[in-house]
């Protein structure tokens, strides 16, 4: 069990704050193995499935997607095997102290593990040996007033409605804003809850996906200020969450020697490391569960607006030049409706624009001057026994450019020096582009 806790360690976030997440957290956090250490449970799933995309060309990818979720044509997967060992806090108000460590190994941890977003290698660079640590910190309660919980360590982020566990959310594929928000902090948060309606959090950390505090630009002592309100309607069946993030420098890319390992997307993750900057986001979601629905219905929404900007340029193309700016938004909406104990129904829509292509896309030559990207997705779920969780799902996505060919690489285009380039793509449509998949889940 020590070898299992050293090499393997760690599930689903805690984090998981969608109720789109509440049946499959219970699934998964009902089941699990206690250790000797009494009150260390380990748990996990495995996610396994098969997608098809019907791309007019093997190399086109769809810019909007996961990376091996715009795989071409035909790709069966093992998404992850997901493991967590945890020794949670009791509810009482009392000194205590816990832990959590996450562990996922599979495609998803390939490219999660640097916010990968695509290259021109897309189908053959995809590896189910991979492993990303999601998460390990140590948890601390002070019983000061309610109780005043920490997070030391690394912790997933509070930002957006989806989450890294593709079991949990309501479809099989990530969402496009999902893609536009980070995905872990390195650094300490604090929670305090004032009563059954409303609860906060406050953090610093080093900044958006980054396990050091050099921010981007490698200055040394970067940070991020995270803030997150959140409201419980009485009779807990509708929550609004608004969340905050105000980074020292554009946002963090850990693949420095590879930018195009990312999927923030082009010159918003600050090549040039003379830069200097900021990135601002605002998140807003809530859900709602309509009491008549006898909990069988679910509404849900998602929004972001962001704005950064850098001094002098940082577009490995425009040299020692000015400034640049750019600011991104989006909104999506969600419905499930859970017609029997095995049979349920979700579907998305979403829009993503920005006030230019340099966060929300990559083409060469600026090309998508004010991208947007549109997509729906439509999810059937099947609860077929215990434990084992199948589903299928439909996905268009259309836009503004929204199909792309690679045609460049940071090897071919990257200066010396250590930095590089960005992947562009030529722009080959604006779809619409089809996406048929189905899902496999076992938990533990």
Known sequence: MLLLVLVCAPLLADEITGASATDTKKIIQSNFVETANKGVKLSGYVDTGYSYN????????????????????????????????????????????????????????????????????????????????????ASIRAPVGNGL?????????????????????????????????????????????FDDYLDMKLGIVNGSNTDNNTTT???????????????????????????????????????????????IPTDVQNYNPNSNGYALIYNSWGNWAPKFANDKLLFAFNTVLGTAKTSPANEWWAGDGGAYSTTWWGAGVYAKYQFTDWLSLSSRGEFLGGSNDLK???????????????????TAGFNVIDNLLIRAEYRLDFGNQSNGIPISS?????????????????????????YAGVEIVYSF
């Open 54 to 137: 019907f791309n007019s060309s093997k190399q086109s990818e769809v810019i909007g997607r996961f990376s091996d979720d715009t795989a071409s044509r035909g790709d069966f997967n093992l998404y992850a095997v997901k493991i967590a060992l945890e020794k949670a806090m009791t509810s009482e108000n009392k000194a205590q102290a816990g832990f959590r460590a996450d562990v996922m190994i599979g495609e998803d941890a390939y490219y999660l593990q640097n916010r990968n977003s695509g290259t021109a290698e897309n189908n053959t660079s995809q590896n189910s040996n991979s492993l990303f640590l999601e998460q390990a910190y």
């Open 149 to 193: 919980d920490f997070k030391v360590g690394k912790f997933v982020s509070i930002l957006g409605y989806e989450v890294i566990e593709r079991p949990a959310n309501m479809n099989i594929t990530y969402g496009l804003l999902w893609q536009q928000f980070p995905l872990y902090y390195t650094g300490l948060l604090a929670s305090y809850r």
């Open 217 to 263: 630009g490698l200055k040394g002592d970067g940070c991020a200020l995270i803030a997150a309100l959140d409201v419980t309607a009485p009779g807990s069946n509708a929550n609004w969450s608004n969340n905050f993030q105000w980074s020292t420098n554009p946002e963090n890319n850990t693949s420095w020697e590879d930018p195009s390992l990312s999927s």
């Open 360 to 378: 929300v896309a990559s083409y060469n030559g600026n090309e998508a001057e004010a991208p947007s990207y549109w997509e729906y997705t439509l």
């Open 410 to 434: 940071p090897e071919a285009f990257g200066p010396s020096g250590g930095l590089g380039a960005p992947v562009l793509y030529e722009p080959t449509g604006s779809g619409p582009s089809h």
